[in-house]
């Protein structure tokens, strides 16, 4: 079920590999995130981890979790952008696009409710 809400959701992402590797990721995301799939906003926050985990586990051994900024192929140059932050969950979550609006949208997930 949620492999297919993530085909839904990402349809410019290559359908095979998100069939392919969400097996690989399913049992893990609880241990990322432990909210549930019965609201807009922990769906959302579910399907863009789920996501940036198939990303991440698709990349070859070879490859840093640094963001890269620019890439050229005829001289083989690579510059990856410099990361702000010591925290190596924010490091890691910065390396897709789907990582980097997990981690925003649990920010405002975190902290006490307000209660009238």
Not at 36 to 63: G, P, Q
Request: glycine share 6%; charged share 15%; net charge negative.
């Amino acid at each position: 079920m949620i492999a297919q809400n993530i085909i839904d959701r990402f349809p410019n992402e290559c359908q095979d590999t998100i069939e392919d590797t969400f097996p690989l990721i399913e049992n893990s995301i609880s241990c990322y995130y432990g909210g549930s799939f019965d609201n807009d906003c922990n769906k959302e926050r579910l399907l863009l981890l789920a996501m940036h985990l198939i990303l991440v586990e698709n990349m070859s051994s070879t490859e840093t979790f640094q963001s890269v900024a620019s890439q050229s192929v005829g001289g083989i140059s690579v510059s990856y952008n410099t990361v702000s932050s010591t925290n190596i969950n924010d490091n890691f979550f910065q390396t897709t696009k789907y990582g980097q609006q997990f981690s925003k949208l649990s920010q405002y997930a975190i902290g006490a409710y307000f209660v009238w």
